[in-house]
């Protein structure tokens, strides 16, 4: 079946309409209506194995934070880690806090919370993501829209990356971002690389999203192509190999090792900015920072600061 693709409206917080338009598969039928409300992004989904054959997955939360249901659609956008193949599905939360197809399964509960363990695994047991994304992995980020909300804390999505190692399951956490009439194509962050110094060993990670829309909120027409520069800390000087990358739409491009191999930055700089600016295509983007301790492998993930000043 071909992928369709369908508009639909989300209020925002504190402005007017915005329009998001997402791709999607399987059709839905005419009855099923789309949620149009208040829109909340996780820029980082992912199933994938690492180092050592070790499973890393995404733990997800997703409430209902008022005392009237409401239907709860999503858009996830990503890729296929194995094949490298863009995926692009939807659906909804259901009455009973299961994943369902677009406009399935009844409204979200009020006063409720659906969790899922591994996100990625509940979307292949629902039928929304073929059985070998499994082991091939997945990477990307996914849009929560709550029908009919308006206010900012109405709804609440976030999710929490952990690993098979050891048996344990605490991890990296992300709070989900609400979308507003006013997003950003520029970011920056600092980021540290402390191995072979005294103290915590500490090395960078860097993630990067496509919303799938525009600063203002309309819906974005492709891929954005973006320029990755480390500025030194010492000298507040540009630093290390630049980077160019495209990434489309609602998918989402990771960085490892940040300074070491991925900007060159010289072993003698331990601290870098970098800034992340869009420089062709109209969609804005988001950004995670996740510093790693490379002794326990813990990490500590927050958002980029936007940098459109």
């Known amino acids: 079946m071909n992928t369709i693709v369908k508009w639909f409206l989300a209020l925002i917080l504190a402005g007017p309409m915005v329009l998001f338009a997402q791709s999607f598969d399987p059709e839905p039928t005419q009855e099923e209506a789309l949620a149009s409300g208040l829109g909340i992004n996780l820029p980082l989904v992912a199933r994938l194995t690492g180092a050592g054959a070790t499973l890393y997955t995404s733990s997800v939360d997703v409430a209902n934070n008022t005392a009237n249901p409401t239907q709860v659609d999503f858009y996830l956008d990503g890729i296929d880690i194995a094949s490298s193949a863009p995926i692009s599905k939807t659906g909804s939360i259901s009455s009973t806090g299961t994943i369902a197809g677009q406009g399935a399964g009844g409204q979200m509960r009020a006063r409720s919370n659906a969790h899922f363990d591994d996100f990625v695994q509940s979307l292949i047991n629902a039928g929304i993501l073929p059985a070998n994304v499994a082991t091939d992995g997945f990477i990307g980020s996914v849009l929560f829209v709550f029908n009919g909300f308006t206010k900012s804390g109405q709804g609440e999505a976030k999710v929490r990356f952990f690993s098979s190692f ?114 062709s295509g109209n969609a804005a983007i988001a950004g995670v920072q996740a510093q790693v301790d490379e002794t326990t492998r813990d990490g500590s993930v927050m958002d980029m600061c936007r940098a459109d000043f």
């Open 166 to 279: 050891g048996g344990g399951t605490i991890g990296q956490s992300l709070h989900g971002h609400e979308i507003t009439g006013s997003e950003p194509q520029s970011l920056v962050a600092s980021f540290r690389d402390s191995r072979g110094e005294g103290g915590p060993q500490l090395y960078a990670n860097m993630f990067i999203s496509n919303t799938g829309l525009t600063p203002g909120g309309a819906p974005a027409s492709g891929p954005v192509n973006v320029h990755i520069q480390a500025y030194a800390s010492s000298t507040g000087q540009p630093i290390g190999t630049a980077k160019d990358t495209a990434i489309g739409i609602g998918q989402t491009v990771g960085i490892s090792d940040v300074l070491r191999a991925g900007l060159a930055v010289p072993a003698g700089e331990d601290t870098v900015l970098v800034y992340v600016t869009v420089t």
